[in-house]
């Protein structure tokens, strides 16, 4: 490609016509040959009449000008012109793109891929070879022809971790080392803006090889991340973090269920120039045992999802008190220690085990000298319960059935500590126990315990073990549930395990079975293998490439990497959560004096082709020199040469002064907006001045335009705001209007215009989006002053029989993000000039909400029944649509089975009456 500045052409040998343009005007101003005289013998009596003298004229030179002007166009545009802005101006080296691909560029990966893009087709242009080294999955990067690398960037997509820009910096050097790489390059690096390991150096071993050039994300694309959440006794709470230290920010946080459904919704708000924020929500223990996973509303990444694991439940676990009552001093009752053990990890309850029983306990806790001869005790743990015994001096006298192993009569509980030289100690649990992982305190000794028979089986059963090898804990199913006995008292009688920090783990392990999760622990291999694999936008689908296994001791400091993603993992069964970000995430800005690095905003600017603009321009000139033809000739009477060329001088030179801009410019009149306006089909929106809302608002329209494009043969352009106050509403024949509980009156001239709509035709959906909360024992307020000035007609419940729910699809309710609402409507429109339609529909189901979708196709809010509510509430969007401009004429659908039985064609036919005189 030939350039000149930012200025190239993929064509420059068309430029040699140029050449011919000296030549042109040459044959253009030569004066045309003189006329022949021929006689004619009946005009000689005219030779003696005064001749007229004609001179030959040649066209004038603005006209040969103008020509030229339009000639020289004509070959600029075959040249195919290319404008290249000045930040895709390359030098003439190999062109190596560097991406980071982590998932702290899900924000901005739109522009990302536009500006790769545009680099990519300038070294394309220029015949340069090209290379891609995405960070966050670095491999030697392979120079390869420009053209080619386009597919790959395709195939990119951020990733579930952080980039390691060490380890692109290895994977550059083995290039360099293998002669893979060129040892002179230039470097395009579309950053993420945030600070990471070895950026210093990565940036050296690049600016050593050529222009180094570090394009970063714009304030648009700030990052918000979601560092933890922390259960609390009544819900939890939410912790977030941004990137920068922006303006004033709202951002919802849901608590997502395992189908979809919103449990819970709490709002975070980062203040000005702060980059913390928190949010927290109150959630009974039974439906915050249900949530899943946390997400921030309207981000799409990795780092605004945070996964929950069996560690997030807090089952409810019953303490069985014995019959007349735990009398001993708190110190010395074994339900003393159980409990403070129990506490931090479960709701407890304590009473009688009938008592207990009412409150649906996941496990129960039996100390020794509690009875266990009622029958409902083995019906719970039957049933899928979990019976943790600690033993003692009855149960050592005297065993029953409800043990995971038979007890030896005697042993060491009867010599005590005598008997031994020294406590025995616990040895450091097995690999196959769900214990395993746990550290064992050193203080931790048993001085006296139960002992178990010898059996075949009996290894199957042991969980814990003295140095000795005689079993601690043991434990084993029966039926659907779980009995596990700990063989030492749960108080310090006994043992000092009860005084130590390995007694509360123990337990927690062991309260895990009281929600499923953890039952074949005891047979699992001791590491812990993904089930499910979160992307870089936050979704949660099948693992790619190959992930490796953590040893369980391994676990809790392992962090996000290609080798393991974050995600859901398995041991046995129990579920434990990799997350993208934690409490020692941070979000702090790359450096700006990295080595030899050159800065920009990425803004997504791209090249412009200006063939088809210049082909136009000629087009329109060569109309005009038409039209100067003509009038030269005579052919246009009426105006004259002058003015003719006054005119489409004007013409031509408001079309000059706006040469082929290199984006898209919305600078129409208003007569042509208004024209516009009138021969499309356009939804609105009320703009409310919240941004949040008005963005889902836009979206929700926009997304509701494009599937009743698909689904029926109307065709809307992309929704507009409105302002009632300065925009004309008659030109949208459907307007959505979000109404929130602090909304203001409309104005006096407002409420005239609307008032005029309304009775022009138009249909307003008012949505409160509170699923109904707000006019619970009374009117939504915010409606009330919204409806203040306005000429609201009587309305009524929209019944199954309504049109509403037959115009395109048959529904029988009309949901939107929440379901279950009341929907008014007009309840006499027939006498209106609408034809029947009703100019109000008033709902709370968020039907934007619902249909609100991202740049990248994404919901950008979840939906109470999940996408099959999603779906039937774009089914109600289509049927408003359709309601809105095709009016009333379903309604006749309704008399349809009537109008059958008349005929005779209905589920029976009547007979023929005789006709009458």
């Keep these: 490609m030939f350039s000149v500045g930012p200025l190239g052409f993929a064509?420059?040998?068309?430029?040699?016509?140029?050449?011919?343009?000296?030549?042109?005007?040459?044959?253009?101003?030569?004066?045309?040959?003189?006329?022949?005289?021929?006689?004619?013998?009946?005009?000689?009596?005219?030779?003696?009449?005064?001749?007229?003298?004609?001179?030959?004229?040649?066209?004038p030179w603005w006209l040969i000008l103008f020509r030229l002007m339009a000639a020289t166009i004509i070959i600029l545009a075959l040249a195919q012109p290319v404008w290249r802005p000045a930040d895709t101006r390359s030098i003439d080296a190999p062109l190596l793109l560097v991406v980071d691909n982590g998932w702290q560029s899900a924000a901005s990966w739109p522009r990302t891929l536009v500006q790769a893009r545009a680099y990519a087709q300038a070294a394309a242009a220029d015949g340069r070879q090209a290379a891609i080294l995405l960070t966050a999955s670095a491999e030697p990067p392979e120079f390869t022809a420009a053209s080619t690398i386009q597919s790959r960037l395709e195939a990119a997509s951020p990733h579930g971790w952080v980039p390691d820009r060490a380890a692109a910096r290895d994977a550059l050097l083995a290039a360099l080392e293998s002669g893979a790489a060129p040892s002179r390059f230039e470097t395009r690096w579309l950053g993420d803006g945030i600070a990471g390991e070895g950026d210093a150096a990565f940036a050296r071993a690049l600016s050593e090889r050529g222009r180094l050039t570090l394009s970063l994300p714009g304030a648009q694309d700030e990052i918000v991340a979601l560092v933890g959440v922390n259960a609390a006794a009544d819900g939890f709470e939410a912790h977030?973090?941004?990137?920068?230290?922006?303006?004033?920010?709202?951002?919802?946080?849901?608590?997502?269920?395992?189908?979809?459904?919103v449990i819970a919704r709490a709002q975070a708000r980062f203040d000005d120039a702060v980059s913390t924020a928190s949010a927290s929500a109150r959630l009974p223990l039974d439906l915050r045992n249900r949530v899943r996973s946390v997400r921030l509303e309207g981000v799409s990444s990795a780092g605004a999802v945070h996964l929950l694991d069996d560690s997030w439940q807090r089952p409810r676990i019953a303490l069985i008190e014995p019959e007349g009552g735990d009398n001993r001093q708190p110190l010395l009752s074994d339900l003393h220690y159980a409990s403070q053990a129990l506490a931090p990890h479960a709701e407890l309850v304590r009473g009688p085990l009938e008592q207990v029983l009412e409150d649906e306990p996941s496990g129960l806790v039996m100390v020794d000298p509690a009875r266990s001869e009622d029958p409902a005790l083995a019906e719970f743990v039957e049933g899928g319960g979990v019976l943790i015994r600690f033993a003692g001096p009855r149960l050592a006298a005297r065993s029953d059935d409800l043990l995971p192993v038979q007890l030896r009569a005697g042993g060491r509980l009867l010599g005590g500590a005598l008997n031994w030289e020294e406590p025995q100690r616990i040895a450091p649990f097995a690999d196959d126990s769900p214990f395993a992982g746990l550290s064992v305190s050193e203080d931790a000794s048993v001085r006296s315990q139960v002992l178990a028979q010898p059996e075949a089986d009996l290894d199957r059963r042991v969980w814990a073990r003295l140095e000795d090898g005689t079993p601690l804990v043991t434990a084993d199913r029966r039926g659907e549930g779980w009995i596990v006995l700990f063989h030492v008292t749960a108080g310090p009688d006994w043992s000092d395990l009860p005084l130590t920090g390995t007694f509360p783990a123990m337990l927690r392990r062991v309260i895990a079975l009281a929600e499923g999760a953890g039952a074949g622990g005891a047979g699992s291999d001791g590491s812990w293998q993904i089930e499910r694999a979160l992307d870089g936008f936050g979704r949660l689908g099948a693992p790619t490439g190959q992930p490796r296994a953590i040893p369980a001791s391994d676990f809790g400091a392992t962090a996000p990497s290609p080798d393991t993603p974050p995600g859901i993992w398995q041991l046995g069964a129990a579920n434990a959560a990799l997350n993208a970000t934690g409490p020692g995430t941070r979000l702090d800005p790359i450096a700006r004096n990295l080595p030899g690095a050159l800065y920009e905003i990425r803004d997504g600017l791209r090249e412009q082709r200006l063939a088809g603009p210049l082909l136009a321009i000629a087009l329109l000139m060569l109309l005009a020199d038409i039209i100067i033809a003509l009038a030269f000739a005579g052919r246009l009477p009426a105006i004259r040469a002058s003015r003719t060329m006054a005119g489409l001088g004007v013409m031509l030179a408001v079309s000059l002064a706006s040469p082929p801009a290199l984006e898209a410019q919305d600078t129409q009149a208003d007569t042509a907006e208004a024209l516009d306006r009138a021969l499309v089909v356009r939804f609105g929106y009320i703009r409310t001045g919240n941004a949040e809302t008005d963005r889902i608002s836009e979206a929700g329209l926009a997304a509701l335009s494009s599937e009743v494009t698909r689904r029926s043969s109307i065709e809307p352009e992309a929704p507009r705001g409105i302002d009632p106050d300065e925009d004309e509403l008659i030109f949208f024949p459907l307007i959505y209007w979000p109404v929130s509980a602090d909304a203001r009156p409309v104005s006096e001239a407002a409420a005239a215009s609307i008032n005029t709509y309304l009775r022009s035709g138009g249909m307003i959906i008012f949505d409160t989006r509170d699923g109904g909360a707000g006019t619970r024992g009374g009117a939504h307020p915010g409606l009330e002053q919204v409806m203040q000035g306005l000429e609201i007609p009587s309305l009524e419940r929209a019944g199954e029989d309504h049109v509403l729910g037959r115009t395109f699809y048959l529904l029988r309710d009309l949901p939107g993000r929440m379901a279950g609402g009341d929907v008014w409507v007009e309840s006499n429109p027939d006498g209106t000039a609408r034809d029947g339609v009703s100019g109000i529909i008033i709902g709370s189901a968020d039907w934007a909400g619902a249909w609100a979708r991202g740049e990248n196709g994404i919901p950008l809010r979840p939906v109470e029944g999940g996408e099959r509510q999603r779906e039937m509430a774009y089914r109600v969007g289509v049927n408003i649509a359709m309601y809105a401009l095709t009016g009333n004429y379903k309604t006749d659908q309704v008399h349809v089975p009537a109008i059958l039985e008349r005929l005779g064609q209905g589920g029976r036919r009547s007979a023929p009456r005789p006709l009458e005189p």
């Design 11 to 59: 064509a420059p040998f068309a430029l040699i016509a140029l050449i011919a343009l000296p030549l042109l005007w040459l044959l253009l101003r030569a004066t045309p040959p003189a006329p022949r005289h021929v006689v004619f013998a009946p005009l000689r009596l005219l030779q003696r009449l005064a001749q007229t003298p004609q001179t030959p004229q040649s066209a």
């Design 240 to 261: 977030l973090l941004r990137s920068g230290s922006g303006a004033t920010r709202q951002i919802d946080v849901s608590a997502i269920g395992q189908d979809g459904q």
